[in-house]
């Protein structure tokens, strides 16, 4: 509580200061404008959410013409990210090259398997947030998260599922949640799987009990035939579309709530008016109408935060993260 | 009937002009993506995501398709010619197809692969339309015990691959295992053998393991023996032609290692490269001349092609029906339908049923163009091996480097290729056979994922992999394949 209150309160002290520099970025901004095409980097490989949002953001921009250069989108894949961070830590300064980022920024250094973490980067914009849903079978006896952490206390070998290796968003979310609750963070028996669509195949064939993946990507799988069926999702309000049914943690009386972010973070030490200046394209490409049709189809939801309030969001996860981690013996 | 009604409700579909167009041009370009070594259908769909936001979701779908069946349909022509699997599901087409081109047989070898390919195909999509629905019970019927129980029946296969000495084999083998252990561990997240470096943290690549061992070692054990070995001979291109004998020849391999291909398909992660194994190596134990596998039978190139086409038409099973993904190829295909506003699953067969009978009806159509598109590409294809050998050997030298680069872009990753290269080369000289590697390397971290998961969810009761019938049957089919031959060689020789 009291690290949350005092980030609070450097950012009430900052903001006027914050409106200064954006102001001074957007006379600057006018001065900078990219010279040849941007790299944009997934860190993965095609297919996952990285690569969706770069080959999204991208096809975006070009066709509402937001910007003079073309954004090139490339796969970096490796590590997690740890290769692509590598190789963007070692370019720095450079105004030309994005990365897509989101909570394995945090995550991949804390597990110790990449150097560079969300401190080494510049932070240009968060874009974009998705959220945690526990699902079970359809025809499970548990009708709300209660009933299932009830069971849970009881019987802890029930196993999980997740989309995610361990300490990684899925687990951390589950154990968050569980903690909350009043189990044992540690206590959650979570099996990862390869994706959240293999976690979700190995619920419907009841080879595990639940499952905890992405909203996002669970939402076609729901509806009156589905052989699956949601408890309970982690964001503060109930969300849209097919899930409006869904109670949120909080509703259930769990004080929780975890975001899947997603931003694009650029080389270290980036130039103050190239910062300004992508800040400013990617608050215009959010307006779009074209954005907001393929957001809605992907089930993500607007989430934006200017550099400067990402920074310190990113720097109030990697606490809120070590903490989790730390609970369940994954930090080394 | 109603099967028959939706079909020709999707080829009203598939069957206008534009959509004709779409699959003419998805299944031609996956055609030249399946030659080049390297460059697979994931990176090609990728790229082709944006152009098809704007298309109607099943002329997206359509052309989409094309391009993933047509990879896996052409990947068998540098398998063949050159040792160099075009796609990572042709690598047991080389295992016989080199042979054969080597014997002057190379046209017959791909008017082979393009048979099998087309019926493989066909077979599978009588299947995929017939029994969809009911299949994607099948594919969550199989959960880590399952899996586990299915790598250890294909890896059973290790026996039939290794030629000469089961026991370089089995060494094979095992090297193939630690090989793919390499990078995080997905149980635990500990980074195993990587030896501090980014590089290693996600293994290495199958298909660098792949083209090394296979088309460098190649190259280098050509250079070995001298540049005084005789010029290939003129018009080493050989007949398209069949002869009534071997289509009967190859007629029971290709109807078995389509049925058997699909259903590999069909469960998500294994896919046509385990499809196409299991087909190979099942067709080498039932063949009464299985001890000239590997050495340019002709049932060695008709069973992998079938199979990996045949589980490559599977996949879709779960796309469609469960909106699952199975392999990175249709996670990528997921991820496109998405944006055109399509989610399949359940609902999509009554939501959406023309993308799901308009890209079935266009499978039909597609595979008859794929025939009719390679057959006659053979005589000009297969000319590759007519070049001067120092031509011929930069040649593949090139297109492993142009392959491995471009799917990592990292020079690291050319080193390992030079580094297996060399391997696959001491493998041939000390009479190591490289399949059994490969296979090893496949199966290795899925068997060792499914194990470990299927423990802990059992809370470290193994009895789990009897308990559960599946895995029991397949287990026990597993132990038989192994025993039978011991056996049958102690009764020959009590007999005797």
């Known amino acids: 509580m009291t690290t949350k209150f005092t980030a609070r309160g450097i950012t009430a002290i900052l903001l006027p200061l914050a409106g200064l520099t954006g102001l001074a970025g957007a006379v600057q901004a006018e001065e900078w404008a990219p010279t040849r095409s941007i790299e944009f980097i997934a860190p993965a490989n095609p297919g996952g959410g990285w690569d969706t949002l770069v080959r999204t953001t991208s096809r975006v921009i070009q066709s509402e013409g937001l910007a003079d250069q073309n954004f090139a989108a490339i796969n970096v894949p490796g590590g997690g990210g740890a290769v692509a961070w590598a190789q963007i830590a070692n370019d720095s300064g450079n105004p030309h090259k994005l990365f897509a980022t989101s909570p394995p920024i945090i995550l991949v250094p804390l597990a110790g398997t990449s150097r560079y973490d969300h401190t080494h980067f510049t932070p240009i914009a968060r874009l974009i947030t998705d959220y945690s849903i526990v699902l079970v079978q359809a025809d499970s006896d548990y009708q709300d998260l209660n009933d299932l952490f009830e069971a849970m206390r009881e019987r802890p070998s029930m196993s999980v599922g997740g989309g995610s290796a361990p300490g990684s968003m899925d687990h951390i979310s589950i154990a968050g949640v569980a903690s909350a609750a009043g189990l044992e963070a540690s206590g959650v028996n979570y099996i990862a799987f390869s994706g959240g669509g293999e976690a979700m195949t190995n619920l419907m064939g009841g080879h595990v009990e639940a499952v905890i993946t992405g909203a996002g990507e669970a939402a076609g799988q729901l509806g009156p035939e589905s052989d699956i069926r949601a408890l309970g999702v982690s964001s503060p309000e109930r969300l849209g579309g097919p899930l409006a049914e869904i109670a949120t943690y909080q509703e259930q009386g769990i004080d929780y709530t975890f975001d899947i972010w997603r931003g694009v973070m650029g080389t270290p030490d980036m130039p103050a008016e190239a910062v300004a200046y992508y800040e400013d394209l990617f608050a215009r490409m959010l307006e779009t109408d074209d954005w907001q049709e393929a957001r809605d189809q992907l089930g993500w939801i607007d989430a934006y935060q200017s550099s400067e309030e990402f920074g310190d969001f990113l720097d109030a996860q990697k606490e809120e993260f070590s903490g989790v981690l730390t609970e369940l013996g994954l930090i080394r | ?496």
């Not at chain 2, 009203?12 to 004709?20: C, H, R, S, V, Y």
């Not at chain 2, 066909?122 to 969550?140: E, G």
């Not at chain 2, 109807?255 to 291909?261: A, C, F, I, K, Y």
Request: charged share 10%; hydrophobic share 55%.
């Open chain 2, 1 to 496: 009937m109603e099967a028959l009604n939706n079909l020709m409700y999707g080829f009203g579909i598939a069957l206008q002009p534009m959509n004709i167009a779409y699959v003419f041009g998805g299944v031609f370009a996956g055609t030249i993506i399946g030659m080049l070594p390297g460059l697979g259908p994931i990176s090609a769909l990728a790229l082709m995501i944006p152009i098809t936001f704007a298309m109607e979701p099943s002329s997206g779908l359509i052309l989409m398709a094309g391009v993933y069946y047509g990879a896996i349909f052409g990947g068998s022509s540098s398998s063949i010619l050159l040792n160099a699997p075009g796609v990572a599901g042709t690598v047991a087409t080389s295992f016989d197809g080199y042979p054969m081109a080597k014997q002057g047989m190379a046209g017959k070898a791909l008017a082979i692969a393009a048979y099998a390919s087309f019926v493989g195909g066909t077979i599978s999509i009588v299947f995929l339309m017939m029994v969809a629905p009911m299949l994607s019970r099948v594919a969550v019927a199989f959960g880590p015990a399952e899996y586990f129980a299915l790598m250890v029946l294909g890896l059973t296969a290790v026996v039939s691959l290794s030629d000469k000495s089961l026991v370089k084999g089995l060494i094979a083998a095992v090297v193939g295992i630690m090989i793919s252990i390499i990078g995080i561990d997905l149980q635990t997240g500990t980074v195993r053998f990587a030896f501090g470096t980014t590089h290693l943290l996600d293994g290495i690549d199958f298909l660098v393991v792949a083209l090394g061992v296979f088309a460098l070692a190649e190259v280098f054990y050509m250079l070995l023996r001298g540049g005084g070995g005789k010029e290939p001979e003129r018009n080493a291109i050989g007949s398209l032609r069949l002869s009534r004998r071997e289509v009967k020849e190859i007629a029971g391999p290709i109807g078995r290692s389509s049925v058997l291909g699909f259903f590999t398909g069909v469960l998500p992660g294994a896919g046509a490269t385990i499809g196409s194994f299991l087909g190979y190596s099942m067709e080498k134990r039932i063949a009464k001349d299985g001890d000239t596998f590997g050495k340019g039978n002709i049932k060695g190139v008709a069973a992998p092609e079938a199979a990996n086409n045949a589980a490559c038409t599977g996949s879709f099973v779960p796309l469609l029906t469960l909106g699952v993904p199975g392999s990175g190829t249709t996670a990528v295909l997921l991820g496109a339908l998405l944006v055109m506003g399509i989610s399949p699953g359940p609902a999509m067969l009554v939501d959406r049923p023309d993308v799901f009978w308009g890209v079935i009806a266009s499978m039909y159509i597609g595979n008859i163009m794929l025939l009719v598109l390679n057959l006659p590409l053979i005589p000009y294809i297969a000319k590759i091996l007519e070049m001067p050998r120092p031509l011929l050997l930069s040649l593949i030298l090139i297109f492993c480097m142009i392959g491995v680069y471009g799917m990592s872009f990292s020079v690291i990753d050319l080193l390992f290729l030079l580094g297996f290269g060399l391997m696959g080369l001491g493998m041939r000289l000390f009479g190591f056979p490289a399949a059994p590697l490969i296979l090893a390397l496949i199966l290795g971290s899925i068997m060792e994922e499914s194990m470990r998961r299927a423990l802990q969810i059992s809370g470290g009761d193994w009895m789990v992999f009897v308990d559960k019938p599946i895995s029991m049957w397949l287990l026990i089919i597993a132990a038989l394949s192994l025993l039978l031959p011991l056996v049958k060689k102690v009764m020959q020789r009590a007999r005797s």
